[in-house]
C-alpha cells in the first residue's frame, strides 16, 4: 500500500513490533516503519524484544502490559550488548512520538550505519551504490 505522506488506519503485523500509534489506532505514516525497524534492531542486537525479559522466549506478555510498554517507549539497554552508537540509533527510531523519529535517508547518515552499503534510486528509478569501507557496528 502507497500511503506518501498521509496517514493510513490499517492495522496490520505483529503486536510486538506496531508502533504506538498503530495500537492506539491514531493513524500511521512511514514513521511507523522506522519504529518497526527499531524494534527489530533491538531484538537482533540482545536477542530478545525491547519488552521483553532475556530467555523469555516462550512467555508472551499480556496484551495490555504489552500496550502500556509499547506506549510509553520504555526499554533499557543492556552495555554488554549494545554500544553507544546502537543506542543512538534506537533513541531515534523508537520515539513514541512519530513526528520526533528519525526516517530511513537520515538514519542511513546514523554512526551506526557508518560503513554499510547502501543502495538508492534517483528519480528514473536507477539504483546507485553507496560504498563505505566496513559495516555497521554493534
Known sequence: K??????TFTNCGSPEYVAP????????????DSWSLGV????????HLPWSEPGDFDVAP?????????????YACDEAFFSQ??????????????EHRV?????KKSSWFEGCYFYEGDESGQQHHLQHQHCCSV
Open 2 to 7: 502507497h500511503i506518501g505522506i498521509g496517514r
Open 62 to 74: 499480556h496484551p495490555l502490559e504489552l500496550t502500556r510498554e509499547i506506549c510509553q517507549g520504555k
Open 40 to 47: 527489530t534492531m533491538y531484538e537482533m542486537i540482545a536477542g
Open 103 to 107: 526516517d530511513m535517508r537520515n538514519l
Open 21 to 32: 500509534e498503530i495500537v492506539m489506532n491514531k493513524g500511521h505514516g512511514l514513521s511507523a
Open 85 to 98: 552508537r546502537a543506542k543512538n540509533a534506537l533513541s531515534k527510531l523508537l520515539q513514541v512520538q512519530p
